[in-house]
């Protein structure tokens, strides 16, 4: 990739949870890069390990059961898996931020919102030196700030109002304004819609977008809608199954789809924009990462398959910016597709 | 769709396939419970406690000691070869009354705790199905039975009754039923919302069967919990009663009216006291470790 | 097949020494189902849309209103009308993964409402279990299963099986996709489109999922709290909606592809609730094309056009054309 130093750099990151039933090989040797100011969208369904990933960036999964087995997530230069607990409370919050999927979850129903962040804004203040931190006035004006920013209605009264008053666009807005109160750089969003109604939806992505311009926020992106992806990011990752199967721009991504998975499921997912004739899908199901298949894990499920997908599929570059981990990269449309003009 | 199928052909399943999924569960269950030693302990404490009970009666070096011989030339010997707890004031043998303890401790428990959910479980299925003032009126009830220490009121009861062992396992059975209905209500409650509740209803399933084939076995988990820690309790309210003088009375075995006499004779024939008051320990221990253990196990959160 | 006509589902919420409040879930809506089709109710939260399928089978009471199905007035609900609701119409709920009975196996799942309404037993009603489960894709294998050893797709399947044992008229499909992913969620589609071809049946489909509406559906209602707004085709109100709550529905979706088409700001504001509502339109406070003196004081009309209903003051005097 051409252009500045990356943001972030995941790095044959391989990751396994011991389980009572035996080691569960969430993460096989992932690796892409996100580049200062962009946004990149992380798109799978459930169990493709795109949550995981969020949180071992954020260092937030319990280390028994995790166990990192290699790789590197390097971000601003240091190695994200190797800094230590010290290093990654200073960068949590500070450098890198992460909202959730339920925002009622993840705010204390007995603390009003003020409370809520003025504890996290002072919290931050502890990794800077003493003579730079804020007092609590000041954590005030700069919470009413944040909630400003998101464009929370009367933010002075609100600090006041409890969680549960609030409805659950308004709650996501408040967590945006706790992940954000810390000025990172890199905003981490997992499945941030997901839970809320279409329009609010709408109006949260825009407040995303907008937040990104104005404060040159990088954005990683996770969910399993593919119109969030194309409507809030620049680039697209696409897993399955603990694997990366496909990494491109937004563009490339939607026009020419170029792996088997990435095509089934374009095709599965009906269009609000038109009527389609009929929907495909992709048979099998999930293969038991207890113990994964060899190799391509889609291969199971795969019609393109065949038997040197045994052996992991090489990545190959088949345009600028776009990759695929595919033994069969450029093959023609597969059998079942519906095939459209384009947008 | 006609109802004509060629699949009458197909030989029915044997119990092995229909119960494959029984099994599996009852397999991983048992595993889980496997894993924890504290569990493994309790079990085992619990078998040792129904196995002696079992064959008690034919293992016992003295069992006329337990209906009221007298042999005064050994009385209070200390423990030795023959007489493994060493003897009593009529010069019982300690060890066969003991043994033979078991068995009451067991009947007394047994009947209390089954009582007390024959009670309390419909009770609390009545209280939170239906609502509305029958839930009030039956939580009030439980709520005035709960408010007095169990104990006390058990003590009331056999006092108004008169002592004896069936009064005592009468009173503590009207002690321990309002805790099954606290348990059972609250679950029925969280029940009454599940979506296979109202698919039921929409299939036309009357109350009843909502409650008995829906609702019923979703709670059985929480109430085998309890019964399991309720034994011991149960145990520990039975001997009490009996050290108090108001259960089971002399001569019968049991380990709390033995205590209760026993007592007088500390410290010098220490024996007399100590093995059936470690008897009632060990027992105790055993059912709330047994509890603890099938709690972690059926605890659905520990399924994931 | 499925008539309503102004029902209303209106639930009491009163504290008990407080004053009255009432939520109005369902507040006038008017449906008319033919026989065999595919009808949509599209919503987001308060809506009302999933009470209305409730309602239609009596799991909620009806405040006010007719409801009629196949042509019998089943508004009071009596021992009679109820034996013949429940043959008649049936639901397949949201959440796949508590609408069955964890305790159950899925033989005993399935064959409940055949145990209640029909005089099968014992090795016939195995049988006819097997078949169902056939009809939804499912081997033999699954009767003895239990719920939580079959994936969320397997369990829709056996909730559709149960729901279509007693060979109803009418399926009420609650959200029946929402909680499954997306491969999946094709796989059911596919299954539920030609199920209602091989048998007949005529779906209310109620759901948020714009696409997934537009893909099944040939007539599409939407509501917004507790009324319909507008309501006719599904490719003539998607490719030209007329009230401005449906045309900010279709705005806010993302498409599943790289060049978005150009949309105007988002909606503002949050969904009220049912609890409080507006005089006037209640769409009123969101809406860009408010008229001050109009739509703050009078509910707006329902304007018709032939199949087509448009409730906004907007078409009023207009004659839609």
Redesign the interface.
């Known amino acids: 990739m051409t252009g500045p130093a990356p943001l972030l750099s995941v790095q044959d990151f391989r990751l396994e949870f011991d389980t009572?039933d035996g080691v569960y090989k969430a993460i096989d040797g992932i690796g892409f890069d996100l580049a200062p100011g962009e946004s990149l969208g992380i798109v799978g369904e459930t169990g493709c390990g795109k949550s995981v990933t969020a949180k071992s960036i954020m260092g937030l999964l319990p280390s028994p059961p995790a166990r990192v087995r290699d790789g590197r997530i390097l971000f601003g230069g240091e190695d994200l898996l190797r800094v230590g607990e010290r290093r990654m409370r200073a960068i949590r919050g500070n450098e890198i931020a992460m909202i959730f999927q339920d925002p009622m979850t993840y705010l204390n129903p007995v603390f009003s919102i003020g409370t809520q962040l003025v504890d996290v804004i002072l919290a931050h203040q502890r990794s800077r030196p003493r003579a730079e931190r804020m007092t609590r006035e000041q954590a005030r004006d700069h919470a009413v700030e944040m909630l400003r920013r998101v464009h929370l209605p009367n933010p002075e009264r609100q600090l006041d109002s409890y969680p549960h008053q609030l409805s659950g666009g308004m709650r996501q807005r408040v967590l945006i304004a706790m992940a954000l109160s810390g000025r990172p750089r890199l905003l981490i969003a997992d499945e941030p819609t997901t839970a809320l109604d279409v329009t609010i939806q709408a109006q949260i992505l825009d407040l995303i977008g907008e937040l990104r311009r104005d404060l040159g926020l990088s954005v990683v992106m996770i969910t399993h809608d593919l119109g969030v992806v194309a409507s809030v990011c620049d680039r697209v990752v696409v897993m399955y199954a603990g694997q990366i199967v496909e990494d491109a721009s937004v563009a490339r991504l939607f026009d020419h789809p170029s792996h088997p998975y990435t095509r089934g499921l374009l095709a599965a997912v009906p269009h609000p924009g038109r009527p389609a004739a009929s929907l495909s899908s992709i048979s099998g199901s999930l293969p038991n990462l207890l113990d994964p298949p060899a190799g391509c894990r889609f291969h199971g499920r795969c019609p393109l398959a065949g038997d040197d997908c045994l052996r992991p599929p090489p990545i190959s570059t088949i345009a600028d910016g776009h990759r695929v981990a595919c033994w069969r990269a450029t093959e023609a449309v597969f059998p079942g597709e519906a095939v459209d003009a384009g947008a | 769709?006609a109802?004509q199928?060629e699949?009458?052909a197909?030989a029915?399943?044997g119990f092995a396939?229909?119960?494959?999924?029984?099994i599996?569960?009852l397999r991983l269950y048992a595993r889980?419970f496997a894993r924890n030693g504290s569990a493994m302990l309790g079990l085992a404490i619990v078998l040792l406690f129904l196995t002696t009970a079992a064959i008690g009666p034919w293992i016992v070096p003295f069992p006329d000691d337990a209906t009221g011989s007298i042999h005064l030339d050994i009385k209070l010997q200390p423990p030795d070869g023959v007489h493994w707890f060493g003897t009593d004031e009529v010069g019982n043998d300690v060890f066969t009354r003991v043994v033979l303890g078991t068995r009451v401790t067991l009947q007394i428990a047994c009947i209390v705790t089954g009582v007390a959910m024959l009670i309390g479980v419909p009770l609390g299925m009545i209280a939170g199905f239906v609502g509305g003032w029958v839930q009030e009126a039956i939580m009030r009830v439980t709520d005035v039975f709960l408010s007095v220490p169990g104990l006390v009121l058990a003590i009331a009861i056999v006092g108004a009754l008169g002592p004896g062992i069936v009064n005592a396992m009468l009173a503590l059975s009207l002690v321990w039923w309002p805790g099954y209905v606290r348990l059972v209500q609250a679950k029925t409650l969280a029940l009454k919302n599940?979506?296979?509740v109202?698919?039921?209803?929409?299939?036309?399933?009357s109350s009843l069967?909502i409650v008995f084939?829906?609702m019923l076995?979703?709670c059985t988990s929480p109430i085998i919990v309890k019964a399991s820690m309720d034994m011991g309790m149960a145990i520990l309210g039975a001997a009490s009663l009996g050290f108090l003088g108001l259960g089971a009375q002399p001569p019968f075995p049991e380990w709390g009216a033995m205590i209760s006499i026993a007592r007088t004779y500390l410290p010098d024939w220490w024996w007399y006291s100590f093995f059936p008051g470690v008897a009632i320990a060990v027992t105790v221990l055993g059912f709330n470790l047994l509890g603890d253990g099938l709690r972690d196990v059926l605890d659905p959160k520990h399924?994931e | 097949m499925l008539a309503l006509d102004d029902l209303k589902v209106h639930f009491d919420v009163s504290r008990r020494r407080g004053e009255k409040v009432v939520v109005k879930a369902v507040d006038g809506v008017t449906l008319r189902l033919r026989k065999g089709e595919a009808f949509g109710l599209v919503g987001e939260s308060g809506s009302g849309k999933s009470t209305i399928g409730?309602a239609a089978?009596h799991?909620v009471p009806i405040t006010g209103g007719r409801l009629e199905i196949d042509g019998e007035d089943l508004t009071r609900l009596d021992r009679r009308a109820?034996?013949r609701?429940?043959r008649t119409a049936?639901?397949i709920?949201?959440?796949p993964h508590?609408?069955?009975?964890?305790?159950?196996?899925i033989l005993r799942?399935v064959a409940?409402?055949l145990v209640?309404?029909t005089p099968?037993r014992g090795?016939?009603l195995?049988?006819?279990v097997?078949?169902l489960l056939e009809i939804v894709g499912l081997s033999r294998q699954f009767?003895?299963?239990?719920p939580?050893?079959l994936s969320g797709g397997q369990k829709q399947r056996v909730?559709i099986a149960?729901a279509i044992a007693l060979?109803p008229e009418l399926l009420i499909l609650d959200e029946p996709t929402s909680a499954l992913d997306v491969s999946v969620q094709s796989q059911i589609l596919e299954f539920l489109k030609a199920l209602q071809a091989d048998?007949g049946l005529t779906y209310l489909f109620i759901s948020h999922n714009l696409a997934v509406v537009r893909y099944l559906c040939r007539r599409v209602a939407v509501m917004y709290l507790g009324v319909i707004v507008e309501e006719g085709e599904t490719e003539a109100l998607f490719s030209n909606p007329r009230h401005p709550y449906t045309q900010a529905l279709l705005q806010a979706v993302p498409y599943p592809q790289a060049v978005q088409p150009d949309r105007g700001p988002p909606l503002q504001g949050d969904i009220p609730s049912p609890v409080d509502l507006p005089p006037g339109c209640r769409f009123h406070k969101r809406c860009p094309a408010f008229v001050e003196g109009v739509c703050d004081r009078h509910e707006p009309p329902q304007v018709r056009d032939g199949d087509a209903m448009v409730r906004c003051h907007l078409y009023a005097d207009a004659g839609v054309s």
């Open positions: 009572f | 769709m109802i199928s699949n009458l197909l029915p399943p396939e229909r119960h494959a999924g029984t599996r569960a889980t599940e979506i296979y109202q698919a039921a209803r929409s299939m036309g399933a069967r084939v829906h076995p979703n399924r | 409730k089978l799991l109820e034996k609701l429940r049936q639901m709920f949201q959440d508590s609408a069955l009975n964890p305790r159950m196996t799942s409940e409402p209640l309404h099968l090795a016939e195995t049988a006819r097997a078949e009767l003895y299963r239990y939580h050893e909730c149960r060979e048998l």
